[in-house]
């Protein structure tokens, strides 16, 4: 009898957890079988591992062979674990050291001709690997995303062979490098192609220093989707750990991680059909859905209220958490999804509400119906509503360019320096004793901020956002306290709580 064991990751959530492989050989009539909760790809495993081992020149034992996935508790997916558990059924059969295999974890998916594929899911498994001080061999594809993790140990190998040749010291394989990155503003949109719209770019500006929530309405074609889409390009570039959690769950996605553009903010625009699966994630595997495809970025839903309603109220739980869980039957996986949320909306059915030219034939109450899609409490939770109203025709054709995006964030990250000094985080995420120390007000602020809570018939909960919004105005103004004019700003961004025009 003979027993091999090694390592690899299986995929959670955004969590890699340890898998240990066991090959076992024994005697009796030749079979192989896979335990530890496989799913059905990884039981079709064991027909491309018989066709790797004998195409890439190694004999395949005719003998019992039983593998063990541990824990047998933890589901097993995908075609991840087809390295380990050939390289497993060499070091059994002896024709492969197993001292070398204690120091590395495998994964990959072999071809029949002994070549590796790559998969999903890789950079998670990198961290896990260099936290517990193995080196990762991986296929060479997925070298470059692997090697992110900036101290760890990744070897990137096209075949089966070239793994063993490695791990038998006959030819080492270097470590991976990073992929390089394409330039932080190349390609990108710049707030300078905005003409005019100064204060939704002044909201704009606000939502970026203090991670705010904003919803743009007005009528059609005056530039909301434009400002949305520029916001990225006026947050500060991210750093390594924010940057690997929004690597980490665009790894696991369907679309994969481009290594390329690991550092740069991720912008999510789903389409008003989405679903609430769509938006938030789920499947019978568990995968992470739209809000935290923009984890540490942005998510801008365009046409707000034409989203089903359920689907919106999803969003409710995420904006307060930053996380989202997703139960099943079967089991339950975590996602991050700290994202900015833009909106837009138009005014009413038709779009033109307060137009100076008339067209508005809407009833008041077709715009209450209307503005009802969208639900009180995720409209609460909303920081800064803003309109975009029509420019006039001569703003469009002569006007000059706007304030391009790099002195934008200048301003923003001076602000959100100050916030890190401050408390530690963003004013959007100020809560609790942390929101009573930093954004006081002086008495006559106080009663000031009352009367407009009277008025507008504002919750408790828009209270604090106000207060959150001039702590943030502030901090734009360089200012330690919040003075009345940053108060009053943030109570003039509280635009649908009034009553429609």
């Known amino acids: ?21 066991e090959v076992h050989l024994s005697g009796g009539l030749p079979s192989l079988s896979i335990v530890g909760l496989p799913e059905t790809a990884v039981k079709e495993s064991k027909d491309r591992v018989r066709g790797a081992l004998l195409n890439a020149g190694f004999e395949f034992p005719q003998r019992r062979i039983t593998i063990n996935l541990a824990p047998a508790d933890l589901p097993k997916e995908g075609g991840r674990f ?59 594809e997925n070298g470059g995303e ?50 005019g719209q100064l204060q939704a770019r002044r909201a704009l500006e606000v939502a970026a220093a203090g991670g705010h929530s904003l919803l743009m309405f ?12 520029r916001l990225p390009s006026i947050l500060p570039p991210m750093d390594e750990g924010e940057a690997l959690e929004a690597a980490a769950v665009a790894s696991i ?69 930053g996380r989202i869980t997703i139960s ?11 994202f900015q949320l833009v909106a837009a909306m138009n005014p009413c059915p038709c779009g033109y509400l307060g137009d100076p030219a008339g ?40 006007g000059a360019p706007g304030e391009p995006s790099a002195a934008v964030r200048e301003r923003v990250e001076a602000a959100r320096s100050r916030q890190a000094e401050r408390a530690g985080r963003l004013n959007a995420e100020l809560s609790g004793e942390a929101l009573s120390r930093y954004c006081r007000l002086d008495e006559r602020d106080g009663a000031l901020l009352e009367r407009a809570m009277e ?18 105005i502030a901090d734009l103004a360089e200012s330690e306290s919040i003075a009345t004019p940053h108060l009053t700003e943030a109570i003039a961004y509280r635009r649908l709580d009034r009553e429609p025009r």
């Open 82 to 140: 087809d390295l380990p558990i050939a390289l497993g059924i060499l070091a059994a059969n002896g024709q492969l050291s197993q001292g070398a295999l204690e120091q590395h974890e495998f994964l990959g998916e072999l071809a029949l001709g002994g070549g590796l594929r790559p998969v999903r899911g890789v950079l998670p498994a990198a961290l896990a690997a260099r936290d517990a001080g193995r080196a990762l061999v991986v296929p060479r």
């Open 146 to 195: 692997a090697a992110l993790v900036g101290d760890a140990e990744v070897v990137g190998a096209d075949a089966l062979l070239a793994v063993c040749a490695h791990l038998s010291g006959q030819r080492p394989i270097p470590f991976s490098d990073a992929a390089e990155r394409a330039p932080p503003d190349e390609g990108e949109p710049d707030l300078r192609e905005v003409c």
């Open 328 to 338: 099943r039957a079967a089991r339950q996986a975590e996602f991050p999804a700290r």
């Open 455 to 472: 008025k507008l018939g504002l919750s408790a909960r828009a209270y604090h956002r106000i207060l959150k919004v001039a702590r943030t």
């Open 218 to 229: 007005g009528p059609p074609g005056t530039g909301k989707t434009l400002l949305a889409s």
């Open 1 to 21: 009898m003979a027993l091999a064991v090694l390592y690899s990751r299986a995929q959670s959530g955004i969590d890699a957890p340890l898998v240990t492989v």
């Open 253 to 321: 996605s369907d679309r994969g991680l481009d290594p390329a553009r690991w550092r740069r903010r991720p912008f999510r625009a789903p389409h008003h059909t989405a679903s609430a699966v769509a938006l938030v994630g789920g499947g019978s595997q568990p995968r992470p859905g739209e809000i935290s495809l923009a984890h540490r970025g942005v998510l801008f839903l365009d046409e707000l209220p034409e989203f089903d309603r359920k689907v919106l109220e999803v969003l409710r739980e995420p904006l307060e958490s």
């Open 359 to 398: 067209r508005c034939r809407c009833t008041p109450d077709q715009i209450v119906r209307y503005r009802g899609r969208v639900s009180g409490p995720l409209l609460d939770r909303i920081d800064l509503q803003v309109e975009v109203p029509r420019l006039p025709p001569g703003t469009l054709g002569g």
